[in-house]
Structures are given as structure tokens and as C-alpha cells.
């Protein structure tokens, strides 16, 4: 059964109050038209299935060129050759296949291009049988592109990224109603803090990765955004930078008293993880690794993985240890692993 929920838009902005809606009562914040992205929409309707989506992925793509095996380090004016190369598919293309190859309802709301690598993603998207139903076309050049140098155990990158509007994440959470957002790396401002106000009324929970952002705790409106945040998953970089700390286990300690679930990516050194003030360590998988590009991001399907499952946090950290060092045995995200792959790598995650 398909309900209809009639959401009364002003000039720019999501707000008012649903009309014919006939599911629980929602009380959406009013979004100024500068936060959600200067939309012009007077009504909207937003259809909606009795139970809504199971995973939400917000985020842009990115084509990543990968140079692998370099022989020697790369330093300003002077030349290395790479011994691999890999064109693939990155950005939050990996976090909505990998979720798609585990068997999960997908959908990823992003932007395409009519560049070559918007088509180059778009394609591979296609291929992995990606829901399209997030996804806007542009007319234009949308190029979202990252060169990774890919080193034994860990990668540098460069990137370079288009400007584009983006969606209001209010307004695809109301569409969509997934069980679970995620988002791949720390956003922060008060269009974020109202798109997250909306997911806790309608009861999703919600996964955000860090990555290479800027901002630190002190940082407008961060702390307010991690406050609504269900689980933060950086890496030890990330988590160090952020909390202006010197070790994992301060970082955990700051982090904690944000967020209900804090899980810090810590490489060839596992994971750790608190919840509820409790501490879980993992160690990582032994494994010879090719490419660790695009692994952070698989480490992050497999917990979302389990967590929808309704595995405990120790279970939910032994699947993204699982997924996480499968994505490194090949180039970018490409070796993430299905289900029946998932089982054959959490044989191999060490006991605790």
C-alpha cells in the first residue's frame, strides 16, 4: 500500500504541517530556503510506503584514479611510476554497493554529470544493480575526482570536486524514511542539524563517517551535529584532529560523551569502539593487502550490516573488521564482499 503525505512548502523552505498524511504524526521543522538549498517548491508530495526504505546513502561520488606499487615516494619535481593503475567507481558509491552487495534495500541520493566520470560511476552503478530513484542528472560537467597513491597499509589522495547544490536532506529523509542514514563524512550547520531533527522523529538511525574535514570540536554548530548522531565512525587521524587529542583512548573518552556510539577505524590495528561506557577492542585481519582505497568505507557496510540484523556492538565491529580487510585484497572497493564472502572473512577476524 502506497500512502501520499502532502508536506505544505513555503518559498524555499520544508516546514508547515502535512495535510492528508495518515501514518504517525510528524512535526517538521520549518528549513530556511538558504539551508535547503534555495529550493523554489510551493507543495510537495512525497509518496510513501508503509515501512520506507532500509538504507539511505547521502553522498556525492567520485571516480578514483588508483596508482598502486609506486616505486619510490612521491616528492615535488620528480617523477614515479606506478606498478598498477585501477579506474574505479569511489566517493559513496562504495558504502551504497557494498550495503547492496550484503543484500540490503538501497537507495543512494546523489548528482550526475554529463561528464565521462559521472558516466564512468553511473555505469558502474548500473552494473552493481544500484536503485536510481536518488539520483539527479545534470545537463553539465559534474566531476567529482580523487587520484589515490596507494602505499603498503595506507594511500594519499587529491580530489577535486564540481559545485553543486545539494539536496535538502530533510526533504530525501521524508521521501525515503529509511531505517538508517548514512552519511560519509562529517557535515555539520543547521540545515544538517534540521535534516537530523526530521530522522529522529521518523526513528532512523543514523551512521556518519568523518573523513578528511576541516573542523574540530570547536567548529560552529559540530558538537550540536554529533549530539544527533546515533554512531561516528572515524578513523584514528580523524578522531585525534577532531578532539584536538593525542591518543585513541582520549579521543574515545571526548568522543563518548557526544555520541551514543563512537567506532574508531584504527587500520592494521582493528577497531575500538564505545557504547554506553563501555569499551570493545577488535584486532584486524591478517591479510596481504593490495589497495587499501575504499576499505574505511566497506568497514562501514559491514557494521551497518549488522547492526540491521540486530547484532550487539562486538558482533557489528567483527563484520566491518571482515569487510574492511576483504576490500583491501583488491583495487578500490571492487573486492567488497557478498554475503556468503562476509562469512568466509569473519572465519578469519581473530578472537577476542
Same mark, same amino acid.
Given at each position: 500500500?502506497?500512502?501520499?503525505?502532502?508536506? =505544505?512548502?513555503?518559498?524555499?523552505?520544508?516546514?508547515?504541517?502535512?495535510?492528508?498524511?495518515?501514518?504517525?504524526?510528524?512535526?517538521?521543522?520549518?528549513?530556511?530556503?538558504?539551508?535547503?538549498?534555495?529550493?523554489?517548491?510551493?507543495?510537495?508530495?512525497?509518496?510513501?510506503?508503509?515501512?520506507?526504505?532500509?538504507?539511505?546513502?547521502?553522498?556525492?561520488?567520485?571516480?578514483?584514479?588508483?596508482?598502486? @606499487?609506486?616505486?619510490?615516494?612521491?616528492?615535488?619535481?620528480?617523477?614515479?611510476?606506478?606498478?598498477?593503475?585501477?579506474?574505479?567507481?569511489?566517493?559513496?558509491?562504495?558504502?551504497?554497493?557494498?550495503?547492496?552487495?550484503?543484500?540490503?534495500?538501497?537507495?543512494?541520493?546523489?548528482?550526475?554529470?554529463? @561528464?565521462?566520470?559521472?558516466?564512468?560511476?553511473?555505469?558502474?552503478?548500473?552494473?552493481?544493480?544500484?536503485?536510481?530513484?536518488?539520483?539527479?542528472?545534470?545537463?553539465?560537467?559534474?566531476?567529482?575526482? =580523487?587520484?589515490?597513491?596507494?602505499?603498503?597499509?595506507?594511500?594519499?589522495?587529491?580530489?577535486?570536486?564540481?559545485?553543486?547544490?545539494?539536496?535538502?536532506?530533510?526533504?530525501?529523509?521524508?521521501?525515503?524514511?529509511?531505517?538508517?542514514?548514512?552519511?560519509?563524512?562529517?557535515?555539520?550547520?543547521?540545515?544538517?542539524?534540521?535534516?537530523?531533527?526530521?530522522?529522529?522523529?521518523?526513528?532512523?538511525?543514523?551512521?556518519?563517517?568523518?573523513? @578528511?574535514?576541516?573542523?574540530?570540536?570547536?567548529?560552529?554548530?559540530?558538537?550540536?551535529?554529533?549530539?544527533?548522531?546515533?554512531?561516528?565512525?572515524?578513523?584514528?587521524?580523524?578522531?585525534?584532529?577532531?578532539?584536538?587529542?593525542?591518543?585513541?583512548? @582520549?579521543?574515545?573518552?571526548?568522543?563518548?560523551?557526544?555520541?551514543? =556510539?563512537?567506532?574508531?577505524?584504527?587500520?592494521?590495528?582493528?577497531?575500538?569502539?564505545?557504547?554506553?561506557?563501555?569499551?570493545?577492542?577488535?584486532?584486524?585481519?591478517?591479510?596481504?593487502?593490495?589497495?587499501?582505497?575504499?576499505?574505511?568505507?566497506?568497514?562501514?557496510?559491514?557494521?551497518?550490516?549488522?547492526?540491521? =540484523?540486530?547484532?550487539?556492538?562486538?558482533?557489528?565491529?567483527?563484520?566491518?573488521?571482515?569487510?574492511?580487510?576483504?576490500?583491501?585484497?583488491?583495487?578500490?572497493?571492487?573486492?567488497?564482499?557478498?554475503?556468503?564472502?562476509?562469512?568466509?572473512?569473519?572465519?578469519?577476524?581473530?578472537?577476542?
Amino acid at each position: 500500500m502506497v500512502m501520499q503525505q502532502r508536506i =505544505t512548502v513555503q518559498e524555499g523552505c520544508y516546514g508547515e504541517r502535512r495535510l492528508d498524511h495518515q501514518g504517525p504524526e510528524l512535526d517538521v521543522p520549518r528549513i530556511d530556503e538558504n539551508l535547503c538549498g534555495g529550493c523554489k517548491l510551493r507543495c510537495a508530495i512525497v509518496n510513501m510506503s508503509s515501512q520506507g526504505r532500509e538504507v539511505l546513502v547521502v553522498g556525492a561520488y567520485f571516480a578514483d584514479l588508483i596508482f598502486r @606499487d609506486l616505486s619510490r615516494p612521491v616528492v615535488a619535481g620528480a617523477e614515479v611510476f606506478a606498478g598498477g593503475f585501477s579506474l574505479l567507481p569511489g566517493g559513496a558509491f562504495t558504502l551504497a554497493m557494498a550495503m547492496r552487495r550484503l543484500g540490503h534495500d538501497v537507495v543512494w541520493a546523489t548528482d550526475f554529470g554529463n @561528464d565521462a566520470f559521472s558516466q564512468q560511476v553511473l555505469s558502474g552503478a548500473r552494473a552493481e544493480g544500484l536503485d536510481e530513484t536518488g539520483f539527479r542528472h545534470h545537463p553539465i560537467p559534474l566531476r567529482s575526482v =580523487t587520484v589515490a597513491l596507494s602505499f603498503p597499509g595506507d594511500r594519499a589522495m587529491v580530489s577535486y570536486q564540481d559545485p553543486i547544490t545539494p539536496q535538502s536532506l530533510a526533504a530525501l529523509l521524508l521521501e525515503h524514511r529509511p531505517r538508517v542514514l548514512i552519511l560519509p563524512k562529517l557535515q555539520y550547520g543547521a540545515a544538517v542539524q534540521a535534516g537530523l531533527a526530521v530522522a529522529h522523529q521518523l526513528g532512523t538511525r543514523v551512521f556518519m563517517d568523518c573523513q @578528511d574535514v576541516p573542523a574540530t570540536l570547536d567548529t560552529l554548530t559540530v558538537r550540536e551535529v554529533l549530539a544527533q548522531v546515533d554512531i561516528f565512525a572515524p578513523n584514528t587521524d580523524e578522531a585525534l584532529r577532531l578532539t584536538g587529542t593525542s591518543t585513541v583512548d @582520549d579521543a574515545l573518552e571526548v568522543l563518548a560523551g557526544l555520541v551514543d =556510539t563512537v567506532v574508531v577505524k584504527r587500520g592494521s590495528a582493528g577497531a575500538a569502539a564505545v557504547q554506553g561506557g563501555k569499551r570493545f577492542d577488535i584486532a584486524a585481519v591478517a591479510v596481504e593487502v593490495l589497495d587499501t582505497t575504499g576499505a574505511g568505507d566497506c568497514f562501514n557496510a559491514g557494521f551497518v550490516h549488522a547492526h540491521l =540484523t540486530g547484532q550487539q556492538l562486538p558482533h557489528c565491529l567483527n563484520a566491518a573488521v571482515a569487510c574492511g580487510a576483504a576490500a583491501t585484497t583488491g583495487p578500490g572497493s571492487s573486492a567488497a564482499p557478498d554475503l556468503a564472502g562476509l562469512a568466509h572473512w569473519l572465519s578469519r577476524v581473530p578472537a577476542p
